[in-house]
């Protein structure tokens, strides 16, 4: 079993930045991957980053090279940095692990507005 806090979300103004960070409750080394996930009122849940247990990491389109997903094995946890940010990143973002099972974490609310 893993558990997954997550952490940093809030309101920020159109162009600011935000860091997420998803604390896990054991050691990650071994987590097949680890990432995040969001969901905007009345749409699907879709992925925005996730890092491999090689260190690969993944982006959607949508925030190629505005956002940065990090791990910090020691303290067993990942951030995504969020820079540049725009109204359309409106949503709820969840922390995900997957092991021999897949983790979610209860979800921070993100939200970009003047």
């Known amino acids: 079993q893993v558990q997954l806090v997550e952490s940093g979300g809030g309101l920020v103004q159109p162009g600011g930045s935000l860091r997420l960070s998803c604390a896990a409750s054991r050691s990650i080394r071994t987590f097949a991957s680890m990432g995040w996930y969001r969901q905007a009122p009345g749409k699907q849940r879709e992925m925005v980053a996730i890092?491999?247990?090689?260190?690969?990491?993944n982006y959607a389109d949508s925030v190629k090279g505005r956002f940065t997903l990090s791990r910090d094995n020691a303290k067993n946890t990942v951030y995504l940095q969020m820079n540049s940010l725009q109204g359309e990143d409106t949503a709820v973002y969840y922390c995900?692990?997957?092991?021999?099972?897949?983790?979610w974490g209860q979800g921070t609310q993100v939200t970009v507005s003047s």
């Open positions: 890092i491999t247990v090689l260190g690969n990491t």
């Open positions: 995900n692990a997957r092991t021999a099972s897949e983790y």
